[in-house]
């Protein structure tokens, strides 16, 4: 858990990507994705909990940590020292870790002509400023990279190229990535399971397609009805309703409660419990949809206590 005063950032979450995996993390501004990779780089403390990579637990930032995590920020200036040479840049992890430079390597790994590691920050495009960053977080090869929205800062095709760059980088296997975004379609490109994120707590996770061809919970189903894609192209879509509240401690119920059309007076009073099949669970008191239903605008109760 992560507490900022009486903000619950993150709360009961547990999250686990196997090796070779891309797990993508979804869900509105505010509602903790950033904040879980700083927990997984060490940088946030956590009130409870813990986390481990590669079996050995996270106790904040220490010396050797970017050879486990590498991090790719949405702003590339916050991984590249703007009055660096981006060789520089590139090659620092491997400097501190006392490792032999391999940047020309890792410049080309990620598209980029050798001959840009002479210039200066300013001097690349948006895209390769981003390749450059991401040359940097697999420096030191780690095992996992986290992605923040990597691509939200560049334009269309620029967007293109860093998800096309990340889509063969995760093809090599090597290395496991938690792709952080709110652009569902991407998510549903690049990652094989996915984690939907509502103030701060895990609402739904499991295999991608599943989730995105059979959500279980109504803001999964929100959200992919407010996603602009092929399938929704002429619908109108639905918001989400309502105000997300603040995580202010509110322990009792379902967060969701508040903006659910489906709410039931159990949803006021109790906590939903994981449910699902087959790794795709949620945390809702009824399973989404009805089979068969339109939507989702029935549900099944599955809760005899309503
Ligand atoms: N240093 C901080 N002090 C107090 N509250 C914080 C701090 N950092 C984050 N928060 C709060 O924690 C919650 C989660 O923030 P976080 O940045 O993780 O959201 P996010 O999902 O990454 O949002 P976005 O999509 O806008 O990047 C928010 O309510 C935010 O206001
Ligand atoms: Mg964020």
């Given at each position: 858990m992560v507490a900022f005063g009486r903000t619950r950032a993150l709360d009961g979450v547990s999250l686990r990507v196997e090796p070779g995996e891309t797990l993508g993390i979804v869900g509105e501004s505010g509602c903790g994705k950033t904040t879980l990779a700083r927990v997984v780089l060490g940088l946030q403390p956590l009130a409870s909990g813990e986390v481990r990579v590669d079996g050995r637990p996270v106790k904040g930032v220490a010396r050797g940590q970017a050879a486990q995590v590498g991090m790719v920020w949405q702003d590339p200036f916050a991984s590249l020292d703007?009055?660096?040479?981006i060789r520089d840049s590139v090659a620092e992890p491997q400097r501190l870790a006392g490792q032999v430079s391999s940047v020309e390597g890792l410049l080309s790994q990620v598209g980029l002509d050798p001959s840009l590691g002479d210039r200066y920050p300013h001097e690349l495009s948006g895209g390769q400023r981003q390749r450059a960053a991401i040359a940097r977080a697999l420096a030191l090869r780690p095992g996992l990279v986290l992605l923040d929205e990597p691509t939200a800062a560049l334009d269309l095709s620029m967007q293109a190229q860093i998800l096309n760059l990340i889509s063969e980088l995760r093809r090599s296997g090597e290395t496991s990535f938690v792709f952080i975004s709110h652009d569902l379609a991407t998510v549903r490109y690049l990652t094989n399971r996915v984690a939907v994120l509502y103030l701060g707590k895990v609402v739904e996770s499991g295999p991608t397609e599943a989730v995105f061809a059979h959500p279980k919970h109504p803001y999964t189903s929100a959200l992919i009805a407010a996603s602009p894609s092929i399938e929704t192209i002429g619908k109108l879509p639905p918001p989400v309703q309502g105000e997300a509240l603040l995580a202010e401690n509110k322990t009792i119920g379902c967060r969701y409660a508040s903006r659910c059309q489906f709410r039931d007076a159990v949803c006021e009073r109790q906590e939903p419990e994981w449910r699902g099949e087959q790794s795709h669970f949620a945390a809702c008191h009824f399973v989404f949809p009805l089979p068969g239903s339109e939507d989702g605008k029935s549900l099944t109760k599955t809760n005899s206590d309503v």
């Open positions: 703007p009055r660096w040479k």
